[in-house]
């Protein structure tokens, strides 16, 4: 990319709006709008002034060179009042010299991946920054951002790659001074170890995308009080008379740093109400869609054929029990293993807040991977660690097989599968490098 490009770095309407001109022209064009000093790497103080020397801005810049900077290129960084009228007119300002055009989507990062200043899985990781709603997806995605998950991809694409290598220095060798050896264990161990963090990936999915969480119950059993103290705010109506809650009320939140959005539910009864069948049909719908489940008893009433019920049409495997209404005399009670017909269960107040914080915990439990677990959470890099395993497990079989050709056809798709986690480009190259790098020197 020989051109030079400009735009606002940052929302304008508040007190700095950030101008980022990016290109082997910034530096010339920064000379000629901007009257302060122009050093590397160093901010200075002066004035913005349009070919006429008329004023639009006192404000800060600072330049860097190439190739110390965000997009390896020669960059400049202007920090003005982040008026609408004042960034419109200096972009009004810079396109008017014709020394650099309009950036496109995402342009800074992508110029970044291609001079090398990060890879693929990098510059997706400044996306799922911007965009992280809660601690947790900020978390994972400066790990990834750092470089966390594209050491690991390195880590398994050397490994394969030195299999790769060994199997067809073994095919090209007419001495059969060259031996592939028996190479299923380690083709086995890369495939589970592929898969696992591929599994990971999907629940750590949860702090990209975050959780769908469906409140579901029989009326009247305290669903839209629990949304309501779980967010700490009034967004459900509440009222004592069954039905209130008609239709599916969604409201986004972070629980202990993880995305969710709950979704308060109409209570699910027999009845004849055309619009609240309606509700009731459309609480089953997101209780099926959801990605946890938080099914309601109330506590100081016995366990009802409606109860009953709901509980047999839910997925108990992604399903948390809550006893409500622990203020009121209690008579349901967890069974000695803490569960309400085989569910994990959690008794809590909306009124009191008992047993909120609980809930909490075991809703992030149920959710959330660990920090450590954390590394893969895009879609399209789960489906590439799968692709990958899935070449893998076919390479191992056909070497068994003696089909040494086919094996080493697998074992090159899955370095590709890798790679395009990162964006490496030179798969073919690499493994060119190491067959011959392991031949002895002179042959």
């Keep these: ?129 911007i965009a992280s709603t809660a601690e947790r997806s900020r978390r994972a995605a400066a790990r990834q951002l750092e470089g966390g998950l594209s050491s690991i991809v390195s880590s398994y694409y050397g490994r394969l790659k030195r299999v790769c290598a060994r199997l067809a220095a073994a095919m090209d060798d007419d001495t059969d001074e060259i031996e592939a050896g028996d190479a299923s264990e380690e083709l086995s161990a890369l495939e589970r170890e592929l898969e696992a963090l591929a599994e990971g990936g999907l629940r750590s999915r949860v702090l990209r995308e975050g959780a769908r969480i469906a409140i579901i119950g029989s009326p009247n059993v305290g669903k839209s009080s629990l949304l309501n103290a779980l967010i700490m705010r009034d967004r459900a109506i509440v009222t004592p008379i069954p039905g209130t809650t008609r239709d599916t009320v969604e ?112 809703i992030v439990k149920r959710l959330a991977p660990s920090d450590s677990e954390a590394v893969v959470t895009n879609t399209r890099h789960i489906t590439a660690l799968r692709g990958a395993a899935e070449r893998i497990s076919a390479a191992a079989a056909l070497q068994q097989d003696g089909l040494g050709d086919a094996a080493f056809f697998e074992l090159r798709e899955a370095m590709e599968s890798l790679a395009s986690i990162t964006g490496r480009s030179d798969a073919a190259e690499d493994l060119v490098d190491e067959i011959f790098g392991s031949f002895c020197v002179g042959k």
Excluded at 2 to 28: E, H, K, N, Q, Y
Excluded at 326 to 335: G, H, I, T, W, Y
């Design 251 to 362: 409201e986004a939140a972070s629980i202990d740093g993880v995305p969710v959005v709950f979704i308060d539910t109409a209570g699910i009864r027999d009845t004849r109400d055309e619009v609240e069948l309606i509700g009731i049909e459309r609480s089953k719908r997101a209780s099926g869609e959801a990605d946890l489940i938080l099914w309601l008893i109330e506590g100081s009433r016995e366990i009802g054929r409606g109860d009953e019920d709901i509980r047999a049409s839910v997925d108990a495997g992604k399903t948390l029990a809550v006893i409500t209404k622990s203020d009121l005399e209690q008579v349901v009670f967890p069974d000695a293993g803490g569960r309400i017909g085989g569910i994990p269960a959690v008794t809590v107040s909306s009124i009191t807040g008992e047993g909120l914080d609980e809930l909490r915990r075991a």
């Design 1 to 129: 990319m020989d051109d030079t490009v400009f735009a606002l770095s940052t929302p304008v309407g508040g007190a700095i709006a950030l101008m980022r001109i990016s290109g082997a022209g910034s530096r010339a064009l920064l000379e000629r709008i901007f009257t302060g000093r122009i050093e590397h790497r160093r901010v200075s103080y002066g004035r913005i002034v349009d070919g006429a020397g008329e004023t639009l801005d006192v404000c800060s810049a600072v330049w860097f060179e190439a190739p110390n900077s965000y997009t390896g290129e020669d960059m400049a960084e202007i920090s003005i009042h982040g008026s609408y009228a004042v960034a419109a007119r200096l972009a009004e300002l810079i396109a008017s010299t014709g020394a650099a055009r309009p950036a496109d989507p995402g342009e800074f990062t992508k110029r970044a991946y291609l001079n090398g200043k990060m890879d693929l899985a990098q510059a997706e990781a400044v996306m799922d920054l």
